[in-house]
Nanobody
Framework: QLVESGGALVQPGGSLRLSCSDS?????????MGWFRQAPGKEREGVAA???????VYANSVRGRFTISQDNAKNTLYLQMNSLKPEDTAIYFC????????????????????WGQGTQVTVSS
């Protein structure tokens, strides 16, 4: 089961790092992992994903501010979030896949089979 941590209340312009680990699988066993978020009243959207070979993909809204990384030695997926904005407020979910659903890395929910419960990130002064 994927478990996220690191969510908090942070001021606009601040930084936060989210972490995700799995109790049943090592991060190296996943073909790709990613982060999604769901803001109040909105649908869940993809934020960033990373492939086993290190390839990454980002949503336009976070590119240049967020960085996804994976430390297999620590069995942990990270999302470093800088220059946070109020519109980044959401529940952030970790997701992963053991079997590749499509040939290319995407931010499509249905391509990810495993999901965490989410961690709340609130950006407010």
């Amino acid at each position: 089961q994927l478990v996220e941590s690191g969510g908090a209340l942070v001021q606009p312009g601040g930084s936060l790092r989210l972490s995700c680990s799995d109790s049943e699988h090592t991060t190296s066993s996943f073909v790709y992992m990613g982060w999604f978020r769901q803001a109040p009243g909105k649908e869940r959207e993809g934020v960033a994903a990373i492939d086993r070979d290190g390839t990454t993909v980002y949503a336009n809204s976070v590119r240049g501010r967020f960085t996804i990384s994976q430390d297999n030695a620590k069995n942990t997926l990270y999302l470093q979030m800088n220059s946070l904005k109020p519109e980044d407020t959401a529940i952030y979910f970790c997701a992963a896949a053991l079997v590749r659903a499509v040939p290319i890395l995407t931010l499509i929910e249905s391509d990810f089979a495993y999901w965490g419960q989410g961690t709340q990130v609130t950006v407010s002064s």
